[in-house]
């Protein structure tokens, strides 16, 4: 599985931005799927994740009702709408698959592949 982040880039503070993250091959129904995020000198630290089906989601309390992860499994893409964006956003944006049939997961050693990553800055 390969993924493929798009949609960072610099921002106001209050705007809005959507990052994508595409994925390759036929197993991405079967995988759920997390937004990781890492800003200079900090641990990278969990953003959300998706369930397979889509229903379940979970939210760092940082981020909770500004942002919205999603997905089209058709698409094999895997979204993150952020709203509201303030500078303590800014950060490099790591999408990632966990493995075959796993549920979502706040972990980073719980996912198995990752992107790239795309970089977000707010800039207030």
């Known amino acids: 599985v390969q993924l493929v982040e798009s949609g960072g880039g610099l921002v106001q503070v209050g705007d809005s931005l959507r990052l994508s993250c595409a994925a390759s091959?036929?197993?991405?129904?079967?995988?759920?799927m997390g937004w990781f995020r890492q800003a200079p000198g900090k641990e990278r630290e969990f953003v959300a994740s998706?369930?397979?089906?889509?229903?379940?989601?979970r939210y760092a309390d940082s981020v909770k009702g500004r942002f919205t992860i999603s997905r089209d499994n058709a698409l094999n893409t895997v979204y993150l709408q952020m709203n509201s964006l303030k500078p303590e956003d800014t950060a490099g944006y790591y999408c990632?698959?966990?493995?075959?049939?796993?549920?979502?997961?706040?972990?980073?050693?719980?996912?198995?592949?990752w992107g790239q990553g795309t970089q977000l800055t707010v800039s207030s």
């Open positions: 990632a698959a966990g493995g075959p049939f796993s549920g979502t997961s706040e972990k980073s050693y719980e996912y198995v592949y």
């Open positions: 091959g036929d197993t991405f129904s079967n995988r759920a």
């Open positions: 998706i369930n397979r089906s889509g229903y379940i989601l």
